[in-house]
């Protein structure tokens, strides 16, 4: 990239994209230092297509095949990628498992955001699953894709409290409110190029991180 050429995200959302609206809103106010090139979705009635359109962000629907896409859908999303050029790929709220074949090609350039406290909950349900086990704290973590699920290496995490009493919806809304601070966070970071993937490790200001860095909301919650 030349300087002075703007940084170029991709998104690729599934639903309703509010992650993916957090991002393109510190885009336009300045506080990352880039463009939303375009938001991709992989279902055609992902509620965040409209949220993005109305930010004047181009958007694309590519269907896996059960959905009528074409057979080829891991090529079809990556053409439809490559046309957008991006210096990095957000995954925010992205529910399809990518190949490795597919992340290894974008190793170092795609993020995802996961709503737990990783390594801790992998995969599904977690808020649930957090709940079920009476654990005290929870959180969000933003880390690079690699080719093992939910397990490549944590930039940055939100840490909130579980309160009693709390549902499955009000810890979600709690942990999502934190998403929406830490992704930013990250695609900034990204953006000013102090965020960087090298020999299969995330470096920031230069240094590798060995353990995530940590937001901790559960006191901002209290007060
Ligand atoms: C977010 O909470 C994100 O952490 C989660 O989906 C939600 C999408 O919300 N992602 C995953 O569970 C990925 N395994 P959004 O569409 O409103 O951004």
């Known amino acids: 990239m030349s300087a002075g050429t703007p940084f170029r995200l991709a998104i690729l959302i599934s639903g309703r994209g509010s992650n993916m609206i957090a991002i393109a809103r510190a885009c336009l106010a300045g506080s990352i230092a880039a463009r939303v090139a375009v938001v991709i979705s992989d279902r055609a009635d992902a509620a965040g297509l409209a949220g993005a359109a109305a930010l004047g962000i181009e958007t694309a629907t590519v269907l896996p095949p059960r959905a009528g896409g074409g057979a080829a859908f891991e090529p079809s999303l990556a053409g439809a990628l ?30 995802n955001i996961h709503p737990s406290l990783l390594p801790a909950y992998r995969g599904l ?8 086990a009476g654990d005290t704290q929870h959180g969000a973590s933003v880390h690079f894709v690699t080719a093992e699920l939910d397990g490549g290496p944590v930039v940055l995490q939100s840490k909130v409290a579980v309160e009693p009493g709390d549902t499955e919806a009000t810890l979600s809304a709690r942990v999502q409110a934190t998403e929406h601070i830490i992704y930013p966070r990250v695609l900034a970071w990204c953006a000013q190029r102090r965020l960087a993937w090298r020999e299969g490790a995330a470096w920031l200001d230069g240094r590798r991180l060995d353990a995530p860095m940590v937001e901790d909301f559960r006191a901002a919650a209290r007060s």
Do not use: C, K, N
Not at 84 to 106: E, N, Q, Y
Not at 125 to 132: I, K, S
């Open 125 to 132: 349900h977690t808020h649930a699953r957090v709940l079920e």
């Open 82 to 111: 490559e046309a957008h050029r991006p210096d990095m790929i957000a995954l925010a709220g992205f529910m399809r498992i990518l190949s490795g074949r597919f992340v290894d090609h974008h190793l170092g350039r795609m993020l």
